[in-house]
């Protein structure tokens, strides 16, 4: 799996010169790793993309309409069953104010950046990225 977390960290593949395997820097063959990596910033996508979905005012629908069809052809208003959709409610509401807070967050770097000469465009963009592309560029301008 190093060479898959070789790959993820950025680091290009080259082919070996028979055409079918790719190797890294350091002579590993790369080719079932390319299909994980891949596989793996593909799961990551679908992951934001829940989480995002999950702070929307739809989610809340849903899961109204959830919890109604869970006490009429559940178990009814059991204790259990209360505490498992408090829960979940929770967890919805809490993600809605992290969300809120995120995209406040972003919009003030944005106009700071905006309005400061010497910021990096680039940085403008960097919150449509994953998580671990985040925190790869951190690092970079930590580092600098």
Same mark, same amino acid.
């Given at each position: 799996m190093q060479a898959?977390? @070789? !790959?993820?960290? &950025?680091?290009? %593949? #080259? %082919?070996? &010169?028979?055409g079918s395997r790719v190797v890294? @820097? #350091?002579g590993t063959d790369q080719s079932s790793a390319t299909l994980i990596v891949m596989a793996l910033k593909e799961v990551r996508g679908w992951l934001t993309n829940i989480g995002v979905l999950a702070s929307r005012p739809a989610a809340f629908v849903v899961f109204l309409i959830y919890a109604a069809l869970w006490i009429v052809f559940g178990n009814g208003l059991e204790w259990h069953s209360l505490a498992i959709l408090a829960t979940w409610g929770m967890t919805l509401v809490i +993600? #809605?104010?992290? $969300? #809120?807070?995120? +995209?406040?967050? $972003?919009?003030? !770097?944005?106009e700071l950046l905006k309005v400061h000469g010497d910021a990096k465009n680039s940085l403008m963009?960097?919150?449509d990225k994953d998580a671990e592309e985040v925190e790869r560029e951190r690092a970079r301008v930590r580092r600098s």
């Open positions: 898959a977390e @070789a !790959l993820d960290q &950025g680091e290009e %593949p #080259r %082919p070996s &010169g028979n890294d @820097a #350091r +993600q #809605r104010a992290e $969300h #809120r807070n995120t +995209q406040a967050i $972003h919009a003030k !770097l944005d963009t960097i919150d």
